[in-house]
């Protein structure tokens, strides 16, 4: 698809959910998140379910603990017992959250906190001793199963502020409120080839009751391959790849899949009535965005006791040290001196904190320098301004928002018309609305979405192109003002809806950490 052929509404579109600056997940994109991997939020995923039956559901997927190496055992990628991770929805176009989805995780090892051990000794002299692995046996989701520590969680929703709305228990539907995680894809020796893994993580998928809400919805949380594929090594070094393969979208296949496609994440995957995520004033635009939290404060013990993660001891107050709505913001966007900042910061307040961020980008000056091609000449980019902190008319824009900065605040989140019908896995076009699929990105993101070559676009200026002399879009900019607006950008790395799984949980199955010989 060429982008001089788009028509300008599905242009105008298309800017609705990005920065103009994502060119990959948000991975180790903070000096503190890089001590903090369990924290770390790696990509976020809003779109209305396009399993077959879905209608009428809304999926998120917030992927967490970014860069495993499936052979990284022998501890492998837990999450945190004493983080508190959540995915928020604004439905009202104020910026704030409206919903709360939260999870809190506990290890706990099996065999009374031994963990599988084993008789060590001669008869008569034997002693049990526990084993440093994960397990000492195949697993099949069994109750006996070897394994020596179980992954469970709780789920909670909040309505209204996080902290001090009203707090309910999500349940599983068939009852109970403790929900248990599979173990990471070990290995084919211990948990089998793909095929037998899905089938073990199926049993992991559950209904649940949301309070408040006469529909149960679903949960997964578990290992997954990382959905997007980019070649990280090759953008930070300062895009370390011919101009050709960089402007030309005949050249698209330069970079093949990338190094994160041999990575894997931990996917928290929800699925909810979308009556139970919009407003009842019929407002059909949610806005979503994760964050972790951790306590405030952490003692740690020289002379731990036997256990798990039992060298700390944390206490106080929540304190948000990760925040994830539109790919890549703080990677890439936000100037290193901030980067902090930004992933403890809510969306209602990026306006005072950020602008300058959005107003007076960086990225398109680098691409000028690495590539000769002229960034956009307009300040303040309100082209930007209103694909990145407000959403775009009559597509993903909250109706109370009636300009830049009018009806409601300038944030940042990723944005999803939830009155846009889902397209088919089968017909889905990976540029989203540009190329007719309305329900695609920027209408939320959907995991074959490709976020990349959209932005990338949108950053060298393809609104000020399309929009014409008499700005027919409404973004404040003009084609003089983008001599590069109508090059068609482009990362390399591929994606498509039919390369990942078409049904709850979507996320490909993760990758093993050895094969059998």
Request: aromatic share 8%; proline share 6%.
């Amino acid at each position: 698809m060429h982008i001089r052929k788009l028509s300008l509404v599905a242009l105008a579109a298309l800017a609705a959910c990005t920065a103009g600056v994502s060119l990959a997940s948000s991975h180790r994109e903070a000096p503190f998140i890089t001590t903090q991997p369990k924290v770390d939020g790696a990509d976020f995923y809003l779109f209305n379910s396009y399993e077959a039956g879905r209608g009428g559901f809304v999926t998120m997927i917030a992927n967490y603990l970014p860069l495993q190496d499936p052979y990284g055992g022998p501890n492998y990628f837990s999450l945190d017992p004493n983080a508190l991770y959540e995915i928020h929805i604004d439905n009202n176009g104020d910026a704030a959250e409206d919903i709360t989805l939260q999870f809190r995780f506990k290890n706990t090892l099996n065999n009374g906190g031994a963990g599988i051990t084993l008789d060590i000794g001669p008869d008569g002299a034997r002693k049990k001793v526990a084993i440093p692995l994960r397990n000492a046996g195949g697993i099949t989701g069994a109750a006996a199963d070897p394994v020596s520590y179980r992954e469970e969680y709780e789920m909670f929703i909040v309505r209204g502020d996080r902290r001090t709305g009203k707090r309910e228990q999500i349940t599983m539907a068939g009852g109970g409120t403790t929900f248990t995680k599979p173990i990471d894809y070990i290995g084919e020796k211990s948990l089998g080839n793909a095929a037998a893994y899905d089938a073990y993580a199926g049993k992991y998928v559950y209904g649940i009751n949301v309070p408040g809400c006469a529909t149960p919805g679903k949960v997964f949380v578990g290992q997954r391959q990382d959905p997007f594929p980019v070649s990280l090594g090759t953008i930070f070094d300062l895009v370390n790849a011919p101009a050709a393969v960089i402007t030309s979208e005949s050249n698209a296949a330069a970079f093949g899949a990338g190094q994160i496609a041999n990575k894997n994440v931990t996917s928290l995957a929800v699925e909810m009535p979308t009556g139970c995520l919009t407003a009842a004033s019929g407002e059909k635009v949610i806005g979503g965005w994760t964050t972790a939290s951790l306590r405030q404060a952490r003692v740690l013990n020289g002379k731990p006791d036997s256990g798990l993660q039992a060298s700390e001891k944390a206490g106080g107050a929540w304190t948000q040290v990760s925040r994830l709505g539109m790919p890549l913001v703080n990677e890439v966007v936000i100037g290193l001196k901030d980067k902090d900042k930004f992933n403890a910061s809510k969306p209602k307040d990026d306006a005072a904190n950020f602008a300058d961020y959005v107003t007076h980008p960086t990225l398109p000056a680098l691409i000028q320098v690495l590539f000769g091609a002229q960034a956009p000449t307009n300040f303040p980019r309100t082209d930007l301004m209103t694909a990145f902190l407000t959403g775009l008319p009559t597509v993903n824009r909250p109706g109370n928002i009636t300009a830049l900065g009018t009806g409601g605040p300038l944030a940042e989140m990723l944005r999803l018309n939830t009155g846009i019908a889902a397209t088919p896995a089968s017909a889905q076009n990976s540029l989203g609305v540009v190329a007719g699929d309305a329900a695609g990105f920027p209408n939320g993101r959907r995991l074959g979405d490709d976020v990349v070559d959209v932005s990338l676009r949108v950053a060298m200026g393809a609104l000020c192109t399309l929009t014409g002399a008499t700005d027919a879009l409404k973004v404040g900019c003009k084609p003089a003002d983008a001599p590069a607006g109508a090059v068609e950008f482009v990362d390399g790395a591929r994606t498509k809806a039919t390369d990942y799984k078409t049904a709850f949980p979507y996320v490909n199955t993760p990758l093993p950490g050895a094969k059998n010989f």
